[in-house]
């Protein structure tokens, strides 16, 4: 199914984009004129076999973390918030609380631009920061396979819920947001250059920074597209102005 539909819009040009639960994309308010590939809800199948544990691209991130502590496999707590897919995370290499992606994967499937099938270890598929060689390629991610550490349960949930805790706590989910907008900049952290530029709670239209939380933009009601990514612009030019530092962005541009 994949390689197909794959195959037929580069063979007749017609532009495509897969995505996952959407969680980090912002989209033209005239939408996108091509072929959406959408592999949530159907194509999210887990399997584990001793510590191993083996997903299709379209699972939830969360719901791959508490299959596997149910499971008694410690390793992906930190993604038990990630509101993503599995293919996604692995395309940025997700991670919170100091684990990520690329510490737990043992290999991935992709499709690359000619439909041809590619599996790659660990080292192959290059993982850095929010980055890996299938994002930077632009190939579809198929599954994923990861090993984990036996632990228990019990232990494991509460440090999830821990974590969970803590994002409650300072992510501001109680509003419609794209999540973390800005990847952090070497040596600073992209909420605290905001906050020091004067920018928290700054608006456009209905697009403003979150006082809760500096590095998210939250939807105050009616914010169109057009006003996050022009809000996006102006953070960028004034921490660039006051700092000298480039902010680059997480959240990925569809449409625009």
């Not at 390793?75 to 395309?91: D, K, M, N």
Request: proline fraction near 3%; charged fraction near 20%.
């Amino acid at each position: 199914m994949g390689s197909y539909t794959f195959y037929k819009t580069k063979k007749q040009s017609v532009p495509w984009f897969v995505v996952g639960k959407g969680s980090n994309l912002l989209v033209s308010d005239e939408g996108f004129r091509g072929v959406i590939i959408s592999l949530a809800d159907n194509f999210d199948s887990i399997t584990i076999t001793d510590n191993i544990i083996r997903s299709t691209a379209g699972t939830k991130i969360i719901d791959l973390s508490f299959t596997a502590a149910r499971a008694g496999l410690s390793g992906l707590e930190f993604a038990a918030g990630i509101p993503g897919t599995v293919g996604g995370g692995l395309i940025m290499n997700a991670g919170a609380y100091g684990g990520d992606i690329s510490q737990v994967i043992t290999s991935a499937l992709c499709l690359d631009h000619d439909g041809n099938l590619i599996e790659l270890d660990r080292e192959a598929l290059e993982f850095g920061y929010r980055t890996s060689l299938p994002g930077r390629e632009g190939w579809i991610v198929l599954e994923a396979t990861f090993k984990l550490t036996p632990g228990n349960t019990e232990e494991i949930l509460a440090v999830m819920e821990d974590f969970n805790e803590k994002r409650r706590a300072k992510q501001p989910l109680e509003y419609p947001n794209a999540g973390s907008i800005f990847k952090r900049p070497v040596g600073f952290f992209a909420g605290k250059l905001i906050q020091e530029s004067g920018l928290s709670g700054v608006s456009i239209g209905g697009a403003m920074v979150s006082p809760k939380h500096n590095g998210f933009i939250i939807n105050t009601g009616n914010a169109k597209a057009a006003e996050v990514r022009e809000l996006i612009s102006l953070i960028q030019r004034t921490v660039y102005e006051e700092f000298g530092v480039k902010l680059e962005t997480e959240v990925k541009f569809l449409g625009f």
